[in-house]
């Protein structure tokens, strides 16, 4: 299966922050916002990434991640003219995806949970679709799944006034290759977007979506405003703080999969040792 990043869109809730920065490279606690994406990706043994992101933006990314080699991974590159919705995303990766599997992650999604590792790698090879649902108080700012008794899933909304149920759908998606015919058959949504709920939906008429819900004890941010990207702050560092783990750290995650030997550990810490993520780094050793 290979993984996609999506780290485009215009970042106006986090207006004037993003104005002349992509939010997906804004500080989460000790790292940049993507981080977290692609530290869960290889978590979930996703090794292969496409980063879409804007034009203007994608020369800081391509700064900031390379080619992947250094971390063991393999990193590619493409842009997204215009936020034309998250089902785009297969479209432009296409080429990209070629015959495989494909999981797509939002730039600004923080995932952070026991277990999480495993039940991610459980999924990485769909027939269909594959989704999470996790119980929020809000559930109108996102796509909303209901279920019926036996808690099989009958129905998703995007953003609706009158939410179904409290499970909102965040943003990490696994999917078999037939995503990209259906994406290029779904129409713009009245936002005018290629709607991944659109992208769910077809798989749930087709009877090949599943739902799994996040247990109690996982952490989901969508860090796409001021107050959720402080929140997510203050969370990974009281968590990095007190048990002493890395959260969202692309280089810990590299070698925890064994796509890095300490060696190469140690050559990625030693000039990042002032800031103190080097030395963390070294801890884990």
Request: net charge neutral.
């Amino acid at each position: 299966m290979k993984g996609i990043v999506l780290a485009g869109g215009s970042g106006t809730r986090l207006h004037p922050l993003t104005i002349s920065v992509s939010k997906q490279l804004m500080p989460v606690y000790d790292k940049p916002m993507i981080y977290y994406p692609i530290s869960t990706l290889i978590s979930a043994g996703i090794f292969e990434i496409l980063i879409i992101t804007t034009p203007q933006d994608r020369p800081l990314f391509e700064k900031l991640l390379g080619d992947g080699s250094k971390i063991g991974c393999h990193f590619e590159y493409e842009v997204q003219e215009h936020p034309n919705g998250l089902a785009e995303a297969f479209l432009i990766g296409e080429k990209f995806i070629g015959n495989d599997k494909v999981a797509l992650i939002l730039g600004d999604n923080i995932f952070y949970g026991t277990g999480l590792s495993n039940l991610l790698k459980e999924n990485t090879n769909p027939d269909g679709g594959i989704i999470f649902a996790y119980h929020v108080d809000d559930p109108e700012r996102y796509g909303v799944v209901e279920f019926n008794k036996q808690k099989q899933v009958i129905s998703i909304e995007e953003k609706p006034k009158e939410p179904k149920s409290n499970f909102a759908v965040p943003g990490i998606y696994f999917y078999d290759n037939e995503v990209i015919q259906i994406a290029k058959n779904i129409e713009p949504s009245k936002r005018g977007e290629l709607e991944i709920t659109d992208v769910n939906n077809a798989y749930l008429k087709a009877g090949k979506l599943s739902v799994r819900i996040l247990e109690t004890g996982t952490s989901w941010f969508d860090t796409g405003t001021f107050t959720s990207l402080i929140q997510a702050g203050q969370f990974v560092q009281l968590i990095e703080e007190r048990q002493g783990l890395k959260i969202g750290s692309i280089e810990a995650e590299a070698y925890k999969s064994g796509l890095i030997k300490k060696k190469e550990l140690k050559k990625l810490a030693k000039p990042l040792l002032k800031s103190g993520y080097g030395k963390n780094l070294l801890c884990i050793l």
